[in-house]
């Protein structure tokens, strides 16, 4: 069954474009041209990955990508801009973006993209389906994490960091293979930006996020994961 995306973005010619490329390709294709159009279509349509454009009129693309992930949804979500500045790329990322390709971009790069986040989230390894950590039981098959009854906001990419270090349980990983492993390729975002969802995740498993009992960091080199 062909992977269905959902393309939103307000300017015809690259809607059109991506759609003819994207459906080339054998995907399924979507769009919508608004963020209002676009979260209903995330809702209703149920797409595999959305390719976001960060201009949007009424509700803007890191607007989108923030009530998706508060609605619980997490779908893999590729974000265009047209800005150069780290500083959007990054908080994109820390809203849920799994992805970013800043325009003009080639058309094999951004299907490059796709592929590899449709590969990061969809393939089955040696990792686990399930883990406890202290009080709070997470299903990393329906990425859905409970604590005392209380389902916990953890983002797409929070849950595959997570993920990758349960994997990894007791091993010292460093933040260039992070970037590498979970990210999908060398070129990412930056090695700060590790520290910035490692920061997050304490704040939602950690009982005291200042004094990490699982999320450690190995000063010099990276972080280990225990218990």
Same mark, same amino acid.
């Given at each position: 069954?062909?992977?269905?995306?959902?393309?939103?973005?307000?300017?015809?010619?690259?809607?059109?474009?991506?759609?003819?490329?994207?459906e080339?390709?054998?995907?399924?294709?979507?769009?919508?041209? +608004?963020?209002?159009?676009?979260?209903q279509?995330? *809702?209703?349509? @149920?797409?595999? &990955?959305?390719?976001?454009? =960060?201009? #949007?009129p009424?509700?803007?693309?890191?607007?989108?990508?923030?009530?998706?992930?508060?609605?619980?949804?997490?779908?893999?979500?590729?974000?265009?801009?047209a800005?150069?500045?780290?500083?959007?790329?990054?908080?994109?990322?820390?809203?849920g973006?799994?992805d970013?390709?800043?325009?003009?971009?080639?058309?094999?790069?951004?299907?490059?993209?796709?592929?590899?986040?449709?590969?990061?989230?969809?393939?089955?390894?040696?990792?686990?389906?399930r883990?406890?950590?202290?009080?709070?039981?997470? +299903?990393?098959?329906?990425?859905?994490?409970?604590? *005392?009854?209380? @389902?916990?906001? &953890?983002?797409?990419?929070? =849950?595959? #960091?997570l993920?990758?270090?349960?994997?990894?349980?007791?091993?010292?990983?460093?933040?260039?293979?992070?970037?590498?492993?979970v990210?999908?390729?060398?070129?990412?975002?930056?090695?700060?930006?590790?520290?910035?969802f490692?920061?997050?995740?304490?704040?939602?498993?950690?009982?005291?996020?200042?004094?990490?009992?699982?999320?450690?960091?190995?000063?010099?080199?990276?972080?280990k994961?225990?218990?």
């Amino acid at each position: 069954m062909s992977k269905r995306i959902l393309v939103i973005d307000d300017e015809p010619q690259m809607l059109l474009g991506l759609r003819d490329n994207l459906e080339l390709e054998g995907y399924e294709v979507v769009t919508a041209t +608004d963020g209002d159009q676009g979260l209903q279509a995330a *809702a209703t349509l @149920r797409p595999d &990955l959305v390719i976001l454009d =960060l201009m #949007l009129p009424r509700r803007g693309g890191l607007e989108v990508c923030r009530e998706l992930r508060a609605r619980g949804n997490a779908t893999p979500v590729v974000m265009l801009t047209a800005r150069s500045q780290e500083t959007d790329k990054v908080l994109g990322l820390e809203l849920g973006a799994d992805d970013y390709i800043t325009k003009p971009f080639s058309i094999s790069e951004l299907l490059a993209r796709v592929r590899a986040v449709l590969r990061r989230t969809t393939r089955a390894g040696a990792k686990p389906d399930r883990c406890v950590i202290g009080d709070i039981e997470i +299903d990393f098959r329906t990425h859905q994490a409970v604590r *005392a009854g209380e @389902r916990l906001a &953890l983002t797409s990419r929070e =849950l595959d #960091l997570l993920h990758y270090f349960v994997s990894r349980r007791g091993e010292v990983v460093t933040r260039d293979q992070i970037l590498s492993d979970v990210w999908g390729y060398d070129d990412a975002p930056t090695t700060r930006t590790i520290d910035n969802f490692v920061a997050k995740l304490r704040q939602k498993i950690e009982r005291q996020p200042h004094q990490p009992e699982h999320l450690l960091t190995v000063h010099g080199t990276g972080y280990k994961f225990v218990g």
